[in-house]
């Protein structure tokens, strides 16, 4: 059976955060990596089309990238490359505004381009671009779950708030899970989750789900200095516990109904929603 036309849905999670400095895309690659640690097999999707940073947090290299597939010079499995635990990357171009914005050929290419990805795949954790932009929007729109990504900032909330309230009141997206990154333990977690709910409650009509928190730790400092996930350099550190626990609740979540839910079916509905903005 073809991998990626098997009727087994793919769990598709879009990591997303108000604004950048809160550890959005370490969460991703160690989420990715934790729920790779149970047995899943896992895409990672550097979304950040103009300024990726996946594979340099991996330290992976990467020489080409989707830039490479939409130009034409070659196929996306030739950009795909294998990451730690056995995740597979799809890095993003770094430093290339033009890829915020896709012709109708080039999308039309990168839905062709995973249709042809012959891979299997349980889970497809997508890293967006910090902030509201219109890739943000468009792979928030096309995922099943949106895992918000917070720290104990004033400006993180503000921004989460307004993230969250963006994709609720212009696009209709009710529900999310949320994530609070780099806090002291636990009850601080839940306090600042508390914070961010007391907005959406008030003024949304949006359902929030908290996820857990990531205590901040040295280790996990220094293995954003090493390049690699702390999941992987420090696997009994403070943080690296935390993200398998999250990773466990994750890998409880329900999966799409709808037999097409791969990864072709996913880039499709990211299609459709960016035609849907353009019309």
């Not at 609720?168 to 609070?180: M, T």
């Not at 636990?186 to 008030?202: I, S």
Request: glycine letters at 10%.
């Amino acid at each position: 059976m073809d991998g990626m036309t098997s009727v087994y849905p793919v769990q598709v999670i879009a990591v997303a955060s108000g604004k950048g400095g809160v550890g959005k895309s370490v969460v991703a690659v160690n989420l990715a990596l934790a729920l790779a640690g149970l047995g899943r097999r896992v895409m990672l999707l550097d979304g950040d089309l103009a300024m990726g940073n996946i594979d340099l947090l991996l330290g992976l290299g990467a020489e080409r990238t989707l830039a490479d597939v939409l130009a034409g010079t070659c196929e996306l499995g030739e950009v795909v490359v294998s990451g730690p635990g056995g995740i597979r990357v799809v890095p993003a171009a770094s430093g290339m505004r033009s890829m915020v914005r896709l012709s109708a050929r080039q999308q039309a290419g990168l839905i062709h381009a995973f249709g042809r990805l012959a891979e299997p795949l349980d889970v497809l954790v997508v890293d967006t671009a910090s902030g509201v932009d219109d890739s943000t929007v468009g792979f928030v729109r096309a995922a099943r779950e949106v895992l918000v990504v917070l720290c104990d900032e004033p400006a993180s909330i503000a921004d989460a708030y307004a993230l969250i309230g963006l994709l609720n009141r212009d696009y209709g997206v009710s529900r999310f899970r949320v994530l609070a990154n780099m806090v002291a333990g636990p009850r601080e977690g839940r306090e600042l989750f508390a914070k961010l709910l007391r907005l959406t409650e008030q003024f949304l009509a949006a359902t929030l789900q908290y996820v857990g928190a990531v205590p901040w730790d040295d280790n996990l400092r220094r293995a954003v200095q090493r390049q690699s996930a702390v999941c992987e350099a420090f696997p009994r550190a403070k943080s690296a516990l935390a993200f398998r626990a999250i990773a466990e609740k994750v890998d409880g979540w329900p999966l799409p109904a709808n037999p097409r839910g791969h990864v072709e079916f996913f880039v499709e509905r990211l299609i459709r929603a960016a035609q849907a903005k353009s019309a």
